[in-house]
């Protein structure tokens, strides 16, 4: 609803314990703050592989989400940004966002966790994916059997392009990811 409105997000502390996380309930607001969090702590220290060439997409990321998922990965975007380090600022210049449509549920759920290999695989055969040198999909499109909403393995994504990763839905993976050498 946070997204849909257009409003900020409540305050981490607005959740108390996240009693209702597997519902989505603060799911927005715990992912953002562990992006802060981990860029708090880390990235004095942190160097990664600095790679040449701005503008030349083999240097970038592809994130994948779904429509509501751009706006959370945008604020993550934004708090990694902040940074005032030359190198960080570099990186976050080098991600794009993948919005994916949901055809698997006609447009109506615009979710990640309900996002298809169908409808991701579709949306990648869109781009020109071997230009980009890591691609990031969200680990919640999988259920506890490891399986997407139309039964496909993570494998299946992988032999779409081997530079997609699967990647656990949470601030301190995905920083991690993005500043994986």
Known sequence: FYVIGGVDFPSYGYYKNFYQMENGIGK???????????MEKNMYKKKYKKHSGRNNKKNHILLVTSEYGKAVIRSAIDIISQKSFKNVKDMASRLEIMEVKNKFFCGNIKITG???????KGSLEKRNINNYYRILIPDSIFNE????????????????????????????????????N
């Not at 927005?28 to 981990?38: E, G, N, P, R």
């Not at 059997?145 to 699967?166: A, C, E, M, P, V």
């Open 145 to 180: 059997d490891g399986l997407s909403i139309d039964n496909y393995k993570d494998d299946d994504f992988r032999k779409i392009n081997r530079n997609i990763r699967i990647v656990p839905e949470e601030g301190y993976s995905f920083v991690k990811e993005i500043f994986s």
């Open 28 to 38: 927005s607001t715990f992912f953002l703050k562990q992006i802060k969090d981990y």
């Open 114 to 120: 309900l996002l298809s290999w169908e409808d991701i």
